[in-house]
């Protein structure tokens, strides 16, 4: 049965006579709401929450198929969909029912989803399950109440939310305060607003839109967060000037209280923290991040001093260039003599098809990443070797594809919204890894490690610490010259 998230008594139908096992289809938001949860009556525990993605005629609403049981399970099994098009051909008239299920259209690689999930849910392990989805199970006494989102429960949040667990954490809530815009009737119009188009980096105030006023006017220093999708950004609000800008309704402001608003602000952008951001927002037909949420939201508390966060946001806003050299007087011990692990000439050895844009950055970055590495600095070392195998890579696709990507969004459809995005490193490298098969596996791999671990240090959580070290470092410096070596450059100087 497919219950749309609309009609609460079909829940009640499905569960009045109390069968053993209960299972349909709904929105996979539908118990992110209180009243719905409810009607599930006691004595049932979810034994299977499947992803099914966007199926339904005329509408974009993600659903899940959801199965309870009276039955004593000790694990639930989810799955996550990864096939980036479920449906194919044409979609049905605008006459057909809004509800129908578009069975006639699912793809090859869909339909093999479907089998797997139906293995999945009778205990066997699926084939193919990395290239079709994700599958797990978690045990049935660590589900929160009311969390039933696949997403929530994906193996590498568990991991990070029990990192953060054993972390020196706060809550956001108790050291900012969090404010929700409202639209406030009879009150000005025509005033300067700041929408969720405008929370991007490089962060540009300088052109925003005017409306009516609403409930909160922006003071310096607050950080506006996208509060609707799937993607919350970030940044600090700097804007000068005397006419007063008010927030969105669709955001949120944080004002830090007893916490340094640049390095909260850092942390908000990380990938690590946005995917838990995006795992605890809850809506049936768009995610929404509630107030409660981002009071609750754990803040790992920073470890270093606070010049070195108001300097990482101002390069994260586009305020100032890169320039690590101030990073070693932060350091308590005197540096060693320097050792440079990056032989600089690979910037003119190194195949370059913009060649002014690549050349001069990898000339700068290589110079700037033997100083960290030099000085002890290992996070900052690890995040410019990301940087370098990110603009090699932009080059070689600009090359591959005659768009100069440097100056043009390469843009990719995301598998989870199913909109276009702009590319990041994890996309560049699987589009290479896709036109240079089978030749370009192994080193694909190897930029795959450089990027998670550039994202770990990035976050600057320090979740992990003892990862990043200066083995750590000089492991991914190596890796580094693997991949470069594709492009015609060995970049490990010889000891």
Known sequence: MMLTGSKDELVELLFSDEPEDCIFISAIGFFDKPRNLRLVPGGYTPRCVFELGKIMNRTNLDLALFWFTKAGVRDCRFSTLKVAKPLGGAQKSKSGDICAIQKERFSDDYLSYLKAC????????????????????????????????????????????????????????DVTELLKPRKVKDDASNVLVLRPKDVRFPVNLADLDRDDATSVVLQRGDIVICTVGDDNRAIIFDRDGDEPVYAASTCAVIRAHDILPEYLCFY???????????????????????????????????????????????????????????????????????????????????????????????????????TCFAHGAYKAAIILAGSILEAVLIDWLSEIKHVNYFENDYLVTDRRTGRERRADLYDYINAIKYIEKPRWAHEADMAHTIRKKRNLVHAKLCISSHDVNEETARMVIEYLDQVLRTRGAHCLRKG
Do not use: C, H, W
């Not at 990395?130 to 006494?141: C, D, H, K, M, N």
């Open 268 to 370: 908000l952008s990380s990938a690590v923290a946005k995917a838990v951001l995006s795992s605890v927002s809850n809506g049936i037909v768009f995610k929404q991040l509630t107030l409660k949420a981002l009071a609750d939201f754990p803040v790992i508390k920073p470890k270093m001093d606070d010049r070195y966060y108001i300097a990482e946001y101002a390069i994260l806003a586009g305020r100032t260039a890169r320039d690590y050299a101030d990073l070693s007087a932060l350091q308590t011990a005197e540096p060693e003599p320097i050792e440079s692990i990056l032989d600089k000439e690979i910037a003119s050895r190194i195949s370059a098809y913009y060649e002014d844009q690549l050349r001069d950055f990898l000339s700068s970055d290589i110079e700037e990443l033997n």
């Open 118 to 173: 139906e293995a999945f849910a009778a205990g066997e392990r699926p084939s193919k399950a990395s290239q079709l989805g994700a599958f797990y199970s978690v045990p049935v006494t660590e589900l929160i109440e009311g969390r039933f989102t696949p997403s929530f429960y994906a193996p590498e949040l568990r991991r990070i939310r029990a990192e953060m667990e054993g972390a020196d954490i706060v809550k956001l809530g």
